[in-house]
């Protein structure tokens, strides 16, 4: 399993709190890309209930510094 940005930014706007069943429903529904469905058919699951895209994938910038942007550059 390996995550983007890009990937990822597909499940920003899922309805969260949800299961990992909802979650790839939803990325069904919308024509996500194939890799996407295949990262969340891939999570290990015991049922539990996913808040964000930070439980699926930790590493998830949430902020332009993330990125090293400075804004006042330009």
């Not at 069904?28 to 015991?46: F, H, K, S, W, Y």
Request: proline share 5%; no cysteine.
């Amino acid at each position: 399993m390996y995550w983007t940005l890009e990937l990822a930014t597909k499940l920003e706007d899922a309805p969260w709190p949800a299961t990992k069943d909802e979650l790839i429903d939803y990325a069904m529904r919308t024509g996500a890309p194939m890799e996407v469905i295949e990262n969340l058919q891939e999570i290990e699951d015991e049922g539990e209930t996913y808040e964000s895209i930070e439980d699926i994938w930790e590493d998830y910038p949430r902020s332009d510094e993330d990125f090293l942007f400075d804004e006042e550059e330009y």
